[in-house]
């Protein structure tokens, strides 16, 4: 498992922080390795050594990429919970740092220097726990069933958690300084992402450790058990590729808003990229933030059910008018629903225009009870509504934004996710979209009903609307 960096805000590279960390993350892996060397010397195993290495270095080749997640497909790890058992910590340690430092992908040096150290911890951390887990390394001396259970299969899966937990703290270090993700929100979600599969590793490392020694496979037992692997990997592949179709589904939908109100053009991108930033910070799982992120692309979809002539009319609009514009949301449910994979995303689309305090639509719900995607969606609206320039104002400092945004926290919109978002964006820089003059001046008085102003208006206009029902109703229950 290895870090996806993701693109810097600026061209300044990484933050000092996040260098800092970086250097002691390697210093740490170079003196963990040469305090195992020392203690634990590798076995006569130099064969082992550089066939584990070079396997390692081809796998990280084969990555199974272009899928959204904060971890890649590799078969490192089975490799280095293998190296655990075969060549020991030391040698664990050895092949975590020239898998990453030999690997041909184009990265970063820090990135490079990141991935090299973590997985050289990784290795001899996991080295370490299976000694202390009764583990042995010349295991030719374990003949029999009990023995190979107690003296390689046991601690081997001791090895595999205590990696797998490391691989997560280490990891959610970074991702703490460079995206603001508390530890405590990171590693659960990360564990219950990427635990399942060490559970497999685990098993795949011991039978891989089986056939190579007491087997007497050797070096020939990579191909036994990698070969089916190199299977998984093109399974997970074609997954990349569904995820893929879905883009170019939500691209074309998008396009298609962005041809019918061009004033917007860019719009949804920027809520999908706002709503990744807050689920990062509520740490929502990569499942989830998915989802949401699919919700942004898509939440004014209903626009297409929208007349042309509301979207680009100047001047206010009436209250009919207003209630057309307003039921985007409804119809935005009504094209999706029917699409498999957007199916969590439908209640985000459906709600992002409700209020914290119940003054919103469609359902007039409020607190909690609204879905937390479309409390996060409603956010990230108001947010690029702010931060965008417009006819009529030109667009606010980030700063500005938020200080809005927090005074409308318990009315307007949840406080939880305003300061999930200021927790983001503290951590990564935001980029304000601006209008081309050209496209300003042709839009001129259009109605904008991501305005939190707008939401006000709206809201006290169902308040009156409210009011003047209500004597009615006294009237009927008389």
Not at 13 to 20: E, H, L, S
Not at 70 to 76: A, I, L, P, R
Not at 96 to 119: C, I, K, S, W
Not at 267 to 291: D, N, P
Request: glycine letters at 10%; hydrophobic letters at 45%.
């Amino acid at each position: 498992m290895t870090s996806r960096q993701g693109r810097p805000a600026s061209s300044g590279g990484a933050p000092a922080g996040v260098r800092v960390y970086i250097s002691l993350v390697f210093l740490a892996a170079a003196g963990l390795a040469a305090l195992c060397w020392r203690s634990f010397p590798v076995p006569d195993m130099g064969v082992a050594l550089v066939v584990l290495c070079a396997m390692g270095t081809l796998s990280s080749w084969r990555r199974a990429g272009h899928i959204k997640s904060q971890v890649t497909f590799t078969f490192t790890s089975i490799i280095l919970l293998t190296s655990v058992a075969v060549v020991g910590p030391a040698g664990a340690a050895i092949v975590g740092l020239v898998t990453p430092a030999l690997e041909l992908r184009r990265q970063r040096l820090d990135a490079r220097l990141f991935n090299t150290g973590m997985a050289s911890i990784i290795g001899a951390v996991g080295g370490l726990a299976y000694l202390l887990a009764g583990g042995i390394v010349h295991i030719s001396a374990a003949a029999g069933v009990l023995p190979l259970l107690t003296k390689v299969f046991f601690p081997l899966m001791v090895a595999d958690v205590a990696q797998c937990l490391v691989n997560a703290l280490v990891l959610g270090g970074i991702v703490n300084l460079s995206q603001g993700v508390p530890l405590r929100r990171f590693v659960p979600g990360m564990l219950s992402s990427s635990g399942p599969a060490y559970i497999g590793y685990g098993v795949i490392g011991y039978l891989f450790v089986i056939l190579w020694i007491p087997a007497q496979v050797g070096p020939f037992s990579a191909v036994l058990v990698l070969a089916p692997l190199f299977v998984a990997r093109w399974a997970f592949v074609q997954y990349g590729e569904e995820q893929r179709a879905h883009e170019r589904t939500l691209s074309a939908l998008v396009t298609a808003v962005e041809t019918k109100d061009p004033f917007t053009r860019g719009h949804s991108e920027r809520i999908a990229s706002l709503c990744e930033r807050i689920a990062g910070a509520m740490a929502l799982g990569q499942r989830r933030t998915e989802a949401l992120r699919y919700a942004g692309m898509l939440h004014d979809i209903g626009k297409l059910g929208i007349p042309s002539r509301l979207l680009r009319q100047s001047g206010p609009l009436s209250d009919d008018e207003l209630e057309t514009v307003a039921m985007h949301a409804v119809r935005g449910v009504e094209m999706v629903r029917d699409i498999d994979f957007l199916q969590e995303s439908v209640e985000g689309i459906r709600h992002h225009h409700e209020r914290f305090d119940g003054r919103g639509y469609p359902a007039g719900l409020s607190g909690t009870d609204i879905p937390e995607f479309a409390r996060i969606i409603a956010v990230a609206d108001a947010f690029d509504s702010l931060t965008t320039t417009r006819p009529d104002r030109p667009a606010l400092p980030v700063e500005d934004a938020l200080a809005e945004l927090r005074a409308r926290s318990g009315t307007h919109l949840d406080p939880a996710i305003v300061a999930a978002l200021e927790r983001a964006l503290a951590r990564q820089s935001w980029q304000r979209a601006e209008v081309d003059p050209d496209t300003l001046a042709g839009h001129a008085g259009t109605y904008d009903h991501d305005d939190p102003v707008e939401s006000d208006t709206l809201a006290a206009r169902a308040d009156r609307a409210a009011a003047r029902q209500a004597p009615l109703r006294q009237e009927v229950t008389r």
